[in-house]
């Protein structure tokens, strides 16, 4: 409760965020999903990167640090990946299904 209370504005700023976050993607056309979903990956390439640095460069003795910096690389992993899929399944609805001519 003290660190709330010590960070109360950091704390008004991300409630903000995530309030105009979630207005803004509520609000974004169809069209635009795919190339969102991409900025999306890269973010979380970011956030990985920086998990994997955090994790190598914490001691072995560590373990609260060592098991959130271990799930923070297992979840951006799984972002990354389950928006490749997502990207590449909405790519797939735009192509044509036109045969080589022999």
């Known amino acids: 409760m003290e660190f709330l209370n010590q960070n109360l504005e950091l704390v008004y700023f991300v409630v903000f965020c995530v ?3 979630i207005e803004i993607i509520a609000n974004v056309p169809a069209i635009l999903h795919t190339p969102l979903m991409s900025g999306a990956n890269a973010i979380s390439g970011v956030v990985t990167v920086g998990a994997v ?3 190598m460069q ?3 003795s560590d373990y ?4 959130l910096a271990t799930i923070a690389v297992f979840l ?3 972002n990354i990946s389950g928006g490749f899929f997502v990207t590449g399944r909405m790519l ?3 192509k044509t299904n036109q045969k080589p001519k022999s």
């Open 76 to 78: 951006g992993v799984l």
């Open 53 to 55: 640095t955090m994790l």
């Open 58 to 60: 914490l001691s072995s």
């Open 92 to 94: 797939s609805m735009f």
């Open 19 to 21: 309030f105009i976050g």
């Open 64 to 67: 609260l640090n060592l098991t």
